[in-house]
């Protein structure tokens, strides 16, 4: 796998592909208190044109408590159909905006808050990313283990994908 570092308009094309391709993120927080991270998954809702990714939860949810103490996370992405993975780290904002909360209100979020988009914990979260890894594999995980198989036997290197740093 080789390096290619990405930035500016790069580096977030590439975060927003990889992000809502997967959709599903582990949302980690912590608290001064807690000895190990408390990870949820979360629905992506936007990866904005900044590399801002756009969240929907829960003000009574124990992720909401933990960023009232400390607003950074770590966001976790990973498509492993196709071996593609993403590291975010970066600070958050919340907001009640009800111009925000319906841009990003969609049928999934009914499971999650049964008031509806009317319920008045239901809060945005903006994660901005401060720090970035990818690992993008470029085709699916059968075709990169034939690649790895034929690498090891023959010696030969093979492109099994890129990984690197992406500066927002």
Same mark, same amino acid.
């Given at each position: 796998?080789?390096?290619?570092?990405?930035?500016?308009?790069?580096? %977030?094309?590439?975060? $927003?592909? @990889?992000?809502? +391709?997967?959709?599903?993120? *582990?949302?980690?927080?912590?608290?001064?208190?807690? &000895?190990?991270?408390?990870?949820?998954?979360?629905?992506?809702?936007?990866?904005?044109?900044?590399?801002?990714?756009?969240?929907?939860?829960?003000?009574?949810?124990?992720?909401?408590?933990?960023?009232?103490?400390?607003?950074?996370?770590?966001?976790?992405?990973?498509?492993?159909?196709?071996?593609?993975?993403?590291?975010?780290?970066?600070?958050?904002? %919340?907001?009640?905006? $009800?111009? @925000?909360?319906? +841009?990003?209100?969609?049928? *999934?979020?009914?499971?999650?808050?049964?008031?509806? &988009?009317?319920?008045?914990?239901?809060?945005?979260?903006?994660?901005?990313?401060?720090?970035?890894?990818?690992?993008?594999?470029?085709?699916?995980?059968?075709?990169?283990?034939?690649?790895?198989?034929?690498?090891?036997?023959?010696?030969?290197?093979?492109?099994?994908?890129?990984?690197?740093?992406?500066?927002?």
């Amino acid at each position: 796998m080789s390096t290619e570092n990405l930035h500016n308009k790069e580096a %977030i094309d590439k975060l $927003k592909k @990889l992000a809502e +391709k997967t959709d599903i993120g *582990m949302l980690c927080t912590r608290t001064s208190g807690d &000895k190990h991270v408390h990870a949820i998954p979360m629905s992506t809702q936007e990866v904005d044109e900044d590399g801002n990714i756009w969240f929907l939860f829960s003000s009574e949810s124990d992720t909401y408590k933990h960023l009232q103490e400390d607003k950074t996370v770590c966001l976790l992405y990973s498509d492993i159909k196709n071996y593609n993975f993403l590291s975010i780290y970066g600070g958050t904002e %919340i907001s009640g905006s $009800k111009v @925000l909360i319906d +841009k990003y209100w969609n049928k *999934m979020m009914e499971g999650w808050f049964e008031k509806g &988009k009317d319920d008045r914990h239901i809060r945005v979260l903006k994660v901005i990313p401060s720090e970035a890894h990818y690992w993008d594999n470029k085709t699916n995980k059968l075709v990169t283990f034939f690649k790895v198989a034929a690498s090891a036997l023959s010696g030969a290197k093979m492109d099994i994908g890129r990984q690197g740093d992406l500066s927002i």
